[in-house]
């Protein structure tokens, strides 16, 4: 992961931080066009708060564009659409079902997956990002991944 050495202005962070905002949505959503708006919402969002933010952004953005993804994910559901039988793509299929998998997890759990497994945040800079202990971090991950063994029925 990328870190500033000192902190950046929001213009030059601007590039790196929407690849980062980019690589999150479209690993949730697999569409381009979705990444690229859920990714301009969450830079919105970040120069808006860029003094609370400007220290460590890319796991405030890495959040933010996740959780943008699930919201889009959600407001879909509640909106009749013509589905096909089966998704096109087999690979589309695991992607709805993960990010429904994710949408269940408590807000913590689904935040230390995304900011391990997405943004790939050691434990010490999840824990930073989040304000919580490493042991903590550990603990949200370890009942996230049970959860989503579970889920998916993998042992």
Partial sequence: MEYAAEIESFDDAFDRLFRI???SAYR??????????????????????WRTVRTEPAPWVTT????LAIDIWRRRR????????????????RRIDLVRALERLPRRQRDTVVLRYFADLSESQT??????STGSVKQHTSRAMASLKREFGEP
């Fill in 78 to 93: 509640r909106t009749p659409t013509y589905q096909p039988a089966q998704p096109a793509d087999p690979f589309d299929s």
């Fill in 21 to 23: 905002a980019y690589r």
């Fill in 127 to 132: 824990a930073h990002a989040l304000g919580i």
């Fill in 64 to 67: 933010v564009s996740a959780n």
């Fill in 28 to 49: 949730l959503l697999g569409s381009r066009e979705d990444a690229e708006d859920v990714a301009i919402d969450a830079l919105t969002r970040a120069s808006l708060h």
